[in-house]
């Protein structure tokens, strides 16, 4: 076998690996509350038979084993069963038909900030490391370790008092409903878009600019400099193949970034994803829905991480031409 | 062999700790003191906030929503109580909250980790396995999936935080205590016969602690924006307690009546941030010397 199709697989068997057991620790975190998610809920005057009608309605009466293969089954098939609230009542929530069109939101948005962040990132980050030490380097230097620093909501909420309050281009809040048309969601979707950009844009950089100094100081490198190669030269056919993986690598690692960044700006401009759902979810203790929002975020992040792996062992120029 | 012939001249072997603080601190650059000095306010903000503040962290001292005013810096919040003290007192909460969780993320994943190194085999497996699993889902994310299991409380959120956080700290602490442990000055000493606390904290700990110090900068950072974080989003911290997070979130509806209250506090808890990042960066440059490759 092709050593750069064994290495991917290898990785991809490691990847589904992670993502069980993600699953199994996601899953089990019910079960690992003393005495019990039931007892914990109803308090301590419940009574058993209270605690037993409780468990049968949420069906947590039958083994975890089971309910965990049941789980995964059904969540691989895009069910996550049915929400805890409104469970007494005539009408029971899907969990699946309220995520949809919430990750389809949440997706909308993140896809709109890498779409701005990404390129930007990479090429204030290039040009960082190529004019090293000037002022250009200097003053986005210490802009970005300050904007690292700050938490989305203080970028969010400056953002909201400039552009919304004082000067009237956005709205405050992000509103968008399943009837909303591309044009309008993508107006009412910019504000939060440009936070998470702010806020991703600055870690790209500075590990954009880190890699490529780097690569740069190799010896292979200063070889062909010294060989008098011509300086676009270097950069296209000595500094680019060994570039991809370490760019990858910093794409994916801020795109999972953006995964976690996404629950607060959400919750900032009341912008209906995901991310909002689950906040929700975890206040009303609603277990499905929060299992099914963790899975997702988890899951995304591990196929980032997968992805980025994959692309650095294609692109890497040693493993191409095995011995 | 007497000593008979004194030295000429008194040689010192090594600078005193505080000449060589003394000498470090006449080559700080300039963000650095920024972050010090801030770091210094926040800090004697935190210890002596009922002398500073000019209220009580919940005393309801007027009307709800009030304009800044000569009795009230900074107006008043959405019952009534005064935003600087509630701000001051939210230094002392949010920032020792944000320690506490560090400091036991540290003792556990740092004694882990060491652990794991010196033994190896199948303890080191075995915890490195669990980690890596835990590793690959954002901590964020996971924090408020355990919050909604054992319900929001503040021992809950400091050991669910900890926890998290000290997989990251196994990691870095396992990676550097491995570099130490095969060195010969832990071989002589396990040779000599010292026994298992003599090799931790007299041979590898000092060895490992400059890089610890660095990460426990950038920990604390992580820990502090995330508890601000979940706060925020009403899971954390919660009132009465007056907390930078959940002060914003309490007067994130002023926003569209263009008062700019939210503002103060998630400038608090940026300020800080940036402080000690600034402070952090300085000590990477000065410990490693080879970062940006310079």
Redesign the interface.
């Known amino acids: 076998m092709h050593p750069v199709l064994r290495t991917v697989l290898q990785r991809l068997g490691l990847g589904i690996v992670?993502l069980l057991?993600?699953s199994v620790?996601?899953f089990s975190?019910?079960e690992?509350?003393p005495g019990g998610?039931a007892e914990?809920v109803l308090g301590q005057s419940a009574t058993p038979e209270t605690v037993a009608a409780f468990k049968r309605d949420l069906g947590l009466d039958r083994p975890a084993s089971v309910r965990y293969f049941e789980w995964i089954g059904n969540a691989v098939q895009g069910d996550f069963g049915s929400s805890y609230s409104g469970l007494s009542g005539s009408m029971k929530r899907n969990v699946s038909a309220t995520i949809a069109p919430r990750l389809y939101n949440t997706f909308f948005l993140a896809a709109m900030a890498a779409l701005i962040a990404v390129p930007l990132s990479l090429l204030l980050g290039a040009m960082a490391a190529l004019h090293?030490?000037s002022w250009f380097d200097r003053i986005v230097n210490?802009v970005t370790?300050?904007t690292?620093?700050?938490?989305?909501?203080?970028i969010a909420?400056?953002l909201?008092?400039v552009f919304a309050?004082?000067l009237r281009l956005f709205y405050?809040n992000s509103t968008v409903s399943i009837g909303t048309p591309f044009v309008e969601h993508l107006y009412r979707a910019a504000l939060p878009a440009i936070t998470m950009t702010l806020v991703i844009i600055a870690h790209m950089m500075r590990m954009t600019r880190?890699a490529i100094?780097?690569l740069l100081?190799s010896p292979y490198i200063e070889m062909a400099q010294l060989k008098g190669v011509s300086k676009s030269d270097v950069i296209r056919h000595h500094a680019l193949p060994n570039a991809w993986a370490p760019i990858a690598t910093v794409i994916a690692f801020n795109l999972?970034y953006l995964?976690?960044g996404v629950?607060?700006v959400e919750?900032?401009f009341v912008y209906p994803g995901i991310g909002q759902l689950?906040?929700d979810?975890?206040?009303s203790?609603?277990?499905p829905v929060?299992?099914a929002?963790?899975l997702i975020?988890?899951a995304t992040?591990?196929l980032l991480?997968l992805l980025a792996d994959i692309v650095s062992i294609v692109t890497n120029p040693r493993l191409l031409h095995p011995k | 062999m007497n000593t008979a012939t004194p030295p000429v001249r008194a040689i010192k072997a090594r600078r005193s700790v505080m000449e060589s603080i003394r000498r470090d601190l006449k080559t700080a650059p300039l963000?650095a003191w920024f972050g010090m000095v801030v770091i210094l306010l926040y800090a004697i903000c935190a210890i002596f906030a009922p002398l500073l503040a000019p209220y009580g962290e919940s005393e309801i001292v007027g009307k709800a929503y009030q304009l800044s005013s000569p009795e009230n810096w900074l107006g008043t919040d959405q019952i009534g109580r005064d935003t600087l003290s509630r701000l001051i007192f939210g230094a002392r909460n949010t920032i020792g909250i944000a320690l506490i969780t560090t400091l036991l993320s540290f003792l556990v994943g740092g004694s882990l980790g060491v652990l794991a190194a010196l033994k190896r085999g199948l303890l080191d497996q075995g915890i490195s396995r669990v980690v890596?699993?835990?590793l690959?889902?954002?901590?964020?994310?996971?924090a408020?999936?355990?919050?909604?299991?054992?319900?929001k409380s503040l021992i809950n959120l400091i050991i669910i935080l900890a926890l998290l956080d000290s997989t990251r700290v196994f990691r870095l602490s396992r990676a550097v205590a491995l570099n130490v442990v095969v060195m010969d000055f832990v071989e002589s000493a396990r040779l000599r016969g010292e026994g298992m606390r003599w090799i931790v904290f007299k041979e590898i700990v000092p060895n490992i602690l400059p890089p610890l110090i660095t990460e426990f900068g950038l920990r604390f950072?992580f820990v502090f924006?995330t508890i601000?974080?979940l706060s925020?989003?009403?899971?954390g911290i919660q009132p009465p307690t007056a907390d930078w997070g959940s002060m914003?979130a309490e007067s994130?509806s002023l926003?569209?009546f263009?008062r700019?209250a939210?503002?103060y506090p998630?400038?608090a808890?940026?300020l800080l941030?940036?402080a000690?990042?600034?402070v952090v960066?300085w000590f990477l440059h000065k410990t490693s010397g080879l970062r940006?490759?310079?």
Do not use: W
Not at chain 1, 148 to 154: D, L, R, T
Not at chain 2, 144 to 151: F, I, K, N
């Open positions: 992670t057991a993600v620790i996601i975190s019910l690992m509350l998610y914990n090293r030490n210490s370790l300050t690292i620093a700050m938490p989305e909501f203080f909420y400056i909201v008092y309050v004082k405050p880190a100094i780097n100081a999972a995964v976690v629950v607060v919750v900032v689950m906040v979810a975890v206040s203790r609603d277990m929060v299992q929002c963790a975020f988890a992040y591990i991480n | 963000t890596d699993a835990f690959a889902i954002p901590v964020l994310i996971f408020l999936m355990m919050l909604a299991v054992v319900g950072c924006l601000s974080a925020f989003l009403g899971v914003v994130k926003i569209s263009g700019p939210p503002l998630a400038a808890i940026a941030t940036v000690v990042n600034f960066d940006d490759g310079h």
